[in-house]
């Protein structure tokens, strides 16, 4: 089967730009979830979307970071401004239905940089 | 909400060496505990889990031990080979559950000739 295809895999902005991800999740998977992960670190979640409801999105900073997944398939994430604290590969995830048990696949993320 | 602690940071072992890294997370409702591989740029691979109904779980040359009382859990991986050099994140979730999985910090794990 197909894998979770992001893009761009690299992007390099300024603070105080904004910038978008993209992600398509494996077909049929009903939950999608963004990481975040600073060079050094696990990754952190940022959102998780259950068909196109939004699960948990507690640790996303919502003055700045948005995302939306209209449709239940495709999801973007964006940053408007940008901060320097804010580069690092931001990771999408799919899975079947919600919890781990359904095969958890992440795909090959987007390196941000912020200079 | 559950913390995930993962030790050592960078662990080096000779070639053929056994390896160990270990995790302690902070909630008991916790019962499932995945761990990835991820080798540079690329993406997180889940290499081995164990479900809090059982103690140790074996796949060829890894292992995961599962201590629920202590809430510990331990990656070890016998016969250490050059591919085995990667970033190694343990992780914590709930089974059947909607809950996140939230990963430690991870260990880089480096193998000498």
């Known amino acids: 089967e197909a894998g979770v295809a992001q893009s761009p895999r690299y992007k390099i902005i300024e603070k105080r730009q904004s910038v978008a991800f993209w992600c398509n999740p494996i077909?049929?998977?009903?939950?999608l979830y963004w990481y975040q992960q600073i060079l050094g670190q696990g990754p952190k979640l940022l959102i998780q979307?259950?068909?196109?409801?939004?699960?948990?999105d507690s640790q996303l900073p919502k003055d700045r970071f948005s995302a939306e997944r209209l449709k239940g398939v495709d999801s973007t994430l964006k940053i408007q401004p940008a901060k320097l604290e804010d580069s690092a590969v931001y990771l999408c995830?799919?899975?079947?239905?919600?919890?781990?048990?359904?095969?958890?696949?992440f795909g090959s993320g987007t390196r941000l940089t912020v200079v | 909400g559950e913390n995930v602690e993962q030790h050592p940071s960078t662990l080096s072992v000779q070639e053929g060496d056994s390896a160990v890294i270990k995790c302690t997370y902070s909630?008991?409702?916790?019962?499932?505990f995945p761990w990835y591989k991820q080798e540079l740029g690329k993406r997180p691979q889940l290499i081995i889990d164990?479900?809090?109904?059982?103690g140790e779980k074996k796949d060829q040359r890894i292992a995961v031990t599962l201590n629920k009382t202590a809430k510990h859990f331990s990656l070890h991986i016998t016969e250490t080979q050059p591919e085995d050099s990667a970033v190694y994140f343990c992780a914590a979730s709930m089974w059947s559950s909607a809950s996140k999985i939230i990963f430690g910090s991870g260990t880089r794990l480096s193998i000498r000739p």
């Open positions: 909630d008991s409702a916790s019962n499932y």
């Open positions: 979307f259950q068909n196109n409801g939004v699960v948990d």
């Open positions: 995830a799919s899975s079947l239905s919600r919890g781990a048990n359904y095969g958890y696949t």
């Open positions: 164990i479900r809090s109904n059982v």
């Open positions: 077909s049929g998977h009903a939950t």
